[in-house]
């Protein structure tokens, strides 16, 4: 499997990379949603970064943030479930073996790890 390894130590908090390519109103399979109808069809190397529901980076704007410590050689990974609305391609999870769709999809046998997390940071 293709993946984005770290080359280099972040903590957290750090910004691990920018997010850049085409704008987009749309999902598609290589694209990273950074606001409400705004996707970024990203360049590499983002475009190998994968989905965890344990990851250790987020998406915060236009970029890709440590949310834990993270060494050289690991994967760098982020929740896909818990920053896109409607994914254009849906996948299973390896992590938990259930789909990652979006967010829309909330309450079908879906990763549920971001909608927790979610939940959790707003209280």
Same mark, same amino acid.
């Given at each position: 499997?293709?993946? /984005?390894?770290? #080359? %280099?130590?972040?903590?957290?908090?750090?910004? &691990?990379? +920018?997010? #850049?390519?085409? /704008?987009?109103?749309?999902?598609? $399979? %290589? %694209?990273? $949603?950074?606001?409400?109808?705004?996707?970024?069809? *990203?360049?590499?190397?983002? +475009?190998?970064?994968?989905? #965890?529901? =344990?990851?250790?980076?987020? &998406?915060?704007?236009? $970029?890709? *943030?440590?949310?834990?410590?993270?060494?050289?050689? @690991? !994967?760098?990974?982020?929740?896909?479930?818990?920053?896109?609305?409607? /994914?254009?391609?849906?996948?299973?999870?390896?992590?938990?073996?259930?789909? &990652?769709?979006?967010? =829309?999809? =909330?309450?079908?046998?879906?990763?549920?790890?971001?909608? !927790?997390? +979610?939940?959790? @940071?707003? $209280?």
């Amino acid at each position: 499997m293709l993946g /984005l390894f770290s #080359s %280099s130590f972040y903590g957290k908090g750090d910004v &691990v990379l +920018k997010i #850049s390519g085409p /704008l987009l109103d749309h999902p598609v $399979q %290589s %694209s990273i $949603q950074i606001g409400p109808n705004k996707h970024v069809d *990203v360049d590499t190397p983002a +475009k190998f970064i994968n989905h #965890s529901c =344990k990851p250790n980076t987020k &998406v915060e704007g236009e $970029q890709i *943030v440590a949310i834990n410590t993270i060494l050289p050689g @690991e !994967e760098i990974t982020f929740d896909y479930q818990g920053n896109e609305y409607d /994914l254009a391609v849906s996948f299973i999870c390896r992590d938990c073996g259930q789909w &990652v769709k979006g967010m =829309k999809y =909330k309450g079908e046998n879906v990763c549920l790890q971001a909608f !927790e997390q +979610k939940i959790m @940071e707003t $209280q």
